[in-house]
């Protein structure tokens, strides 16, 4: 009898072992948790768009042209205001913002230039320093000096304006 009493209690030893390791964490008796499996667990995906940088050219900054008018037409090409560029950006924006059918679309005051759209073009306003003097112009998408239509119709309401 001594005999299977301690095999009895061998067998209750052997099966609150077996409990207690069953019990203690092992994945193998788990199910995964609810926050393994939730959307916010996924990795950050970002969007295709933000990957690559901005390939316009309308913030690129052009050439100064010789600023001159066009005399065919007597269409400003560009025109000079006798103040600091930083200032005469500032007022050139003021002064976008009063003028009917204006739509500045980018700001850049590092580049002093605006992308506008007006009268169903987009150009850049750019100003440029030179000495105590700045030139202010318009340029095309295509970064060429636009002297015409609605970009020297601006210029020459900007003109007015800012001299």
Do not use: H
């Not at 995906?45 to 100064?64: C, F, G, H, K, Y």
């Not at 005469?88 to 009917?100: E, P, Q, Y």
């Not at 005051?109 to 320093?129: D, H, I, K, N, W």
């Amino acid at each position: 009898m001594k005999a299977l009493k301690l095999s009895g209690r061998a067998l209750i030893v052997g099966v609150v072992l077996v409990a207690v390791v069953a019990g203690s964490g092992c994945s193998w008796f788990r199910k995964k948790s609810d926050y393994q499996s939730s959307p916010e667990n996924r990795p950050l995906e970002v969007p295709p768009d933000l990957n690559a940088p901005r390939t316009s050219d309308t913030m690129r900054i052009p050439a100064v042209g010789n600023g001159a008018t066009n005399s065919a037409s007597g269409a400003l090409g560009s025109f000079q205001v006798a103040d600091t560029a930083e200032s005469t950006w500032r007022r050139v924006g003021l002064a976008l913002a009063r003028i009917n059918g204006v739509t500045v679309n980018n700001r850049a005051e590092a580049l002093r230039s605006f992308e506008v759209a007006y009268a169903g073009q987009t150009f850049l306003v750019s100003m440029q320093a030179a000495g105590n003097m700045t030139t202010v112009a318009a340029y095309g998408v295509d970064g060429q000096p636009l002297s015409s239509g609605p970009a020297a119709e601006l210029l020459g309401q900007l003109s007015v304006r800012l001299n």
